[in-house]
């Protein structure tokens, strides 16, 4: 009879643990990831680029990723904090530290293995090891699996304005999206990078993709590709270009399978 009373609070004890668990996420990728294994009851709030799944919009914000405040997160009761690459400064991440709230940081995924990596990471710390198994088995179904290509060649650009626009090239997701569909990244550097009116012409690029959140803070798809930038390309002439969910374009998510649906839809249909 104890032993049964002892297990029967034993088992409430970590029931109540499990429950307790408050979590604040910061950066999108992550939230992501979290509701994916069915963690999105345990989060209490998440930073401005967690805009997947609708969800996570309805909860706190704590402000962007790269630039969080302590009070903010600590005004949540967390007990932990799951950190993407980049984000925060450091001294504030300490000072989150030094309340006994737990940080985890987790690496930026711009491959689909590190995709994967990351979801095994996030399964293991959040008890969610077989909706993790289950989750990659789904990607690695949905992912096309040949990568036929195109004549087509593109640009992602980050952003446009007077000074100049912000091109993705290689080791990005943007990259990763434009080899599933077959269409050559016009941009050869590394990383996100500045491109000059004369690498822009140079490139003369079939299409551009571009981000929402650009294209919509700049007024839409017709002021996006009326920016003096961008004028003297044929593409933003025309006004070929395919508006992508940010979140899904520029970050690594479980919606990686969807991003590239668009893209090679884009290219079948409207080009």
Known sequence: MKQRIYLFFTLLILSYNVQAERLVIAGGTLTDIVFALGAGEQVVAVDTSSTWPQQAQSLPKVGYYRDLAAEGILAQSPTHVLTLEGSGRPEVLTQIKSTGVQV????????????????????????????????????????????????????????ASDRGVLVAGKETVPEVLFNYAGIEN?????????????????????????????????????????????????????????????????????RLPEAIATLSDYVQTAL
Not at 130 to 150: F, G, V, Y
Not at 197 to 221: M, Q, R, T, W
């Open 104 to 159: 985890k940081h987790y690496p930026k995924p711009t491959k689909v293995t590190e995709l994967f990596a990351l979801i095994n990471m996030l399964g293991e710390d959040l008890d969610k090891q077989n909706s993790a198994t289950q989750l990659i088995r789904k990607l690695k179904q949905q992912l096309p699996t040949t990568q036929k290509q195109t004549p087509y060649k593109a640009l992602f650009i980050l952003s």
């Open 186 to 254: 016009l941009a050869n550097g590394s990383g996100f990078k500045p491109y000059n009116l004369e690498s822009l012409l140079a490139s003369n690029p079939d299409f551009i993709v571009a981000p929402s959140h650009s294209v919509y803070a700049l007024g839409g798809k017709d002021a996006f590709c009326a920016q003096a930038s961008l004028a003297l390309i044929p593409a933003a002439q025309k006004c070929r270009v395919l508006v992508m969910d940010s979140l899904s374009s520029i970050g690594m998510t479980t």
